[in-house]
């Protein structure tokens, strides 16, 4: 079997379809599948709509010597894919990690409600009612689509798409390549983030909560590794409040953001939205002690008190606490992360 993937990021890249798509293309050869991939990345440069249409022609291409097409968004690749798909009469293949119109309508498009409420709401904006029309569409024409978590399902299932079309297949970490370890002329003990600066990802809170922690823990420093939109307002946020031992990375190579995470006392991931989470099977592979909340699927992964400290979204003083008592509770380190750990190697 052949199979082209079409995928919006792809090394030198980073994210999630990165990391993937270079898992598959490690793994498939030996059951058998010979990959293809045609990344977004090559014609990114091109003005709107002019760049989809290239893309659309890059994917014919390649899969006119191809079975199959998976591709891993409903809209930016999956749009393109579905139309190649149809055009050759080869089956589509769709993996969905969110609902693109709600990410969208919450950075660009004043969209406020959650993402529960959201998938179930009229949408004011005709662009956002456009977003979901499109990744119905190609949810619908899909033979398989693959969700990381239930949750997800559930979210897809909303879109209107039969839930005997989607599969729930869990990623698993990898954490077998680690950078050199570097301190970031930060003092310990160390909390790190790995997230996109974008509202959903809580980054603004962590900041608050950092700052309340440090009245029980004044050497505490904060790590922040990701890009987004939101970084300028962040950092300013930050100083504000923490005045010095924090730093914002920007975007690292998959390896040394492994380093970054082992390297620090504490994973925290404030969001208020996640499908599934794949950083926290990172931190939870490499036996980092986890600060989060139980948005979305990251309930499929870890308890409260059982294998994480769960805090509710939106709650700075409770994740606050949470930190302090991660670092100062004698054995509770140990044995959340065993069990987390446990839990993934499970998977």
Not at 138 to 158: F, H, N, Q
Not at 222 to 242: C, F, N, T, Y
Request: no cysteine; glycine share 6%; aromatic share 8%.
């Amino acid at each position: 079997m052949r199979l082209v993937i079409a995928t919006p990021l792809y090394p030198p890249d980073l994210g999630g379809p990165a990391t993937y798509t270079t898992f598959l293309e490690r793994e498939l050869p030996s059951r058998g599948i010979t990959v293809d991939v045609v990344s977004f990345a090559e014609v990114r440069h091109l003005p709107k709509l002019i760049r989809h249409y290239f893309y659309y022609r890059k994917v014919v291409k390649a899969l006119r010597r191809s079975d199959a097409v998976l591709a891993l968004d409903p809209v930016s690749v999956g749009l393109p894919a579905m139309k190649a798909a149809e055009a050759l009469k080869k089956p589509l293949l769709l993996k969905v990690v969110g609902d693109y119109a709600w990410e969208q309508g919450r950075q660009r498009f004043g969209v406020i409600a959650p993402l529960d409420e959201f998938v179930h709401t009229q949408q004011s904006s005709s662009f956002v009612r456009f977003l979901q029309r499109t990744q119905k569409t190609v949810a619908s024409r899909a033979t398989r689509i693959i969700v990381p978590s239930e949750y997800l399902k559930i979210v897809v299932s909303a879109w209107g798409i039969p839930e005997e079309k989607i599969s729930v297949v869990y990623n698993l970490p990898d954490v077998s390549e680690i950078g050199e370890k570097r301190e970031f002329g930060l003092s310990s003990p160390r909390v790190v983030t790995v997230a996109r600066l974008v509202p959903w990802k809580g980054i603004q809170g962590l900041v608050n909560a950092v700052a309340k922690a440090r009245v029980h823990i004044p050497s505490l420093s904060l790590l922040v590794i990701g890009a987004g939109p939101g970084r300028a307002s962040l950092e300013a946020h930050a100083k504000s409040m923490l005045r010095d031992n924090y730093v914002f990375t920007g975007p690292l190579s998959h390896k040394d953001t492994l380093a970054a995470m082992r390297g620090s006392e504490v994973f925290a991931l404030n969001t208020s939205y996640e499908g599934f989470s794949h950083v926290l099977l990172e931190a939870a592979a490499l036996a980092l002690p986890i600060v989060t909340t139980p948005s979305g699927g990251n309930r499929e992964l870890l308890a409260h008190e059982e294998s994480a400290l769960l805090v509710p979204p939106e709650s700075d003083d409770a994740f606050a606490a949470a930190l302090v008592r991660m670092l100062q509770e004698s054995g509770l380190h140990e044995r959340l992360t065993k069990s987390a750990k446990a839990k993934v190697e499970a998977l």
